[in-house]
């Protein structure tokens, strides 16, 4: 796509009158799947300050007039005020995009999709730039984390949840593995056919339906104790077909494990929940062997390396746009 056309789409989406539904109507069905990239691309182009020191002076004055008139931030005493509200209005419109795309694609486009942009290098690099494309794909699948964490704002959480961590003031992108670090990781592990791999805190699912799909033959199952999360999961499930894919609504400290080859961990517990699935853990140690995969963060991460019966055996180095945070994994 040439700087011109990149300027106009530019133009075009930070107007006070683009529409999504309209503006996508209009696209043909075959290009839907290069949109969210596309917009990616327009947002990393801004953020480097190139796109912005293309634009004519007519441009220049346009573009000043429509933030003016849109208003997405409070006005900064900095000199890239432009550029950021130019970039939240960019994030804006792939948000609202990806909902669309989500809406009025078939299930099938949407596996597609996921397949195809799982498997490029290109579409996994162009993602590691730009942190809210994770949240445009859980919206094309339907996962909405905000809705969630929107709903139960102001309710009181059922006696199950109020002793757990549920994390509802965090971000998608904080709170979930990245979809590319969940490609490359699973990549990593060179999974056979029938190994078993849960999830423990999956949250919306996007562990077991990303590796699901990569990996047809190995079996996934993802342990949430929200039942929020967890039928955002199964709808997404069920849409995308993934017959090696379970989700389990329950409590992984009371109701017990499923055995697996690997069990991984992002941040999912409080500690007396994590020490009681540990002893667990360690009992199954006693009559098999298994591996357990964790994020180099918080109390995990930690925890685990006090506990002498489990010894790292792999490390996964993961981009620096994940906060320098890697995944290690232990063996029994």
């Not at 993602?127 to 794909?137: A, P």
Request: hydrophobic content about 40%; glycine content about 6%; some cysteine.
């Amino acid at each position: 796509m040439s700087a011109k056309s990149f300027n106009q789409l530019l133009l075009t989406v930070c107007s006070p009158s683009w529409e999504v539904e309209p503006w996508l109507a209009k696209i043909p069905r075959k290009k839907w799947p290069d949109i969210l990239p596309l917009f990616w691309k327009l947002a990393q182009k801004v953020d480097k300050g190139a796109l912005l020191k293309q634009l004519s002076g007519p441009q220049k004055t346009q573009l000043q007039k429509q933030l003016a008139s849109q208003k997405p931030q409070k006005r900064r005493k900095r000199t890239d005020s432009t550029k950021l509200e130019t970039l939240f209005l960019i994030e804006t419109a792939s948000l609202r995009i990806a909902e669309q795309l989500g809406k009025k694609s078939s299930w099938l486009e949407k596996r597609k999709w996921c397949l195809r942009w799982f498997n490029s290098p290109t579409f996994l690099k162009l993602t590691e730039g730009v942190l809210f494309s994770d949240e445009c794909i859980d919206r094309v699948l339907g996962l909405f984390e905000r809705k969630v964490q929107h709903r139960l704002k102001d309710v009181t959480l059922p006696q199950t949840y109020q002793e757990e961590a549920l994390y509802l003031d965090l971000d998608p992108e904080d709170l979930y593995t990245p979809y590319r670090v969940i490609c490359h990781w699973g990549k990593s592990l060179k999974l056979k056919p029938g190994t078993q791999v849960v999830d423990l805190g999956s949250g919306v699912g996007r562990i077991p339906l990303t590796l699901g799909l990569l990996y047809p033959k190995v079996k996934f199952t993802g342990i949430e104790i929200m039942r929020e999360r967890h039928e955002m999961a199964e709808k997404a499930k069920h849409g995308l077909k993934l017959r090696n894919v379970t989700f389990l609504c329950r409590n992984a400290a009371k109701r017990g494990l499923p055995p697996a080859d690997y069990y991984y961990f992002f941040n999912p517990f409080v500690g007396g929940t994590l020490r009681q699935v540990f002893r667990q853990l360690k009992n199954f140690s006693s009559h098999r062997s298994f591996k357990v995969a964790v994020a180099q963060i918080e109390l995990p991460w930690k925890f685990i390396q006090r506990l002498n019966w489990l010894k790292p055996v792999h490390e996964f180095s993961a981009d620096k746009a994940w906060e320098g945070i890697g995944i290690t994994v232990f063996s029994t």
